[in-house]
């Protein structure tokens, strides 16, 4: 069995990692709500919606300004909020690469890994 798998530091990389993905899951439902909400033309001041919007502003608004809205008869369709769930998904990819280089790993998967980088 390869001792990478063994080391003291695999079992708080995999948590570390699996916060990270629940976190980014989480974050990923609401802003789906949020853009959901809005194209559908949702009551903003219905309180499921307001909690929606209250809650996913901060994560939004970084990226409200890039593209314009898209409205129809009321209804939005908010580019941002896709934007800002890409951005936030590839930001928790490099967050699960940084976790994973800090992972031990073997003399011979290291150097089967850097001679695969040389190619």
Known sequence: MDSSFNSP??????????????????????????????????????????????????????????????????NIFEWTTLLAMLVYWIIALGIIKLFLMGRTVSTPEAANKMNKQEK
């Open 9 to 74: 530091s695999t079992k708080p990389l995999y948590r570390g990692t699996q916060i990270v993905w629940y976190l980014l899951g989480l974050l990923e439902i609401l802003l789906a709500f949020r853009f959901i909400l809005k194209l559908l033309g949702a009551n903003p001041a219905a309180g499921f919606t307001d909690f929606i919007y209250g809650v996913t502003y901060i994560f939004a608004a970084p990226f409200l300004s890039v593209f314009r809205l898209t409205k129809v008869s009321g």
